[in-house]
């Protein structure tokens, strides 16, 4: 079944099963990590979709291996 809700999701996860419009914001915590990483590559590869992509990273040597 599809999740209408954070709250109706069983996890974090799920929540990406959420409809999302053009007027959606997205924040990543931990997008320097294996998993946060992958994320904010399909979400820049479908950016139009989004009005926002926020990414937090723990430190500065985490920003740089990001951008690169």
């Excluded at 999701?9 to 914001?25: D, G, V």
């Excluded at 320097?32 to 820049?44: D, F, K, S, Y």
């Excluded at 990273?57 to 990001?66: D, E, I, P």
């Amino acid at each position: 079944t599809m999740c209408h809700s954070v709250q109706d999701c069983c996890s974090p996860a799920a929540a990406l099963l959420l409809p999302l419009s053009h007027s959606s914001k997205v924040v990543v915590t931990g997008a320097a990590g294996r998993t946060g990483a992958l994320i904010v590559q399909q979400l820049l590869a479908d950016k139009d979709k989004f009005s926002s992509i926020k990414a937090t990273v723990r430190t500065k040597k985490s920003t740089t291996a990001l951008l690169s």
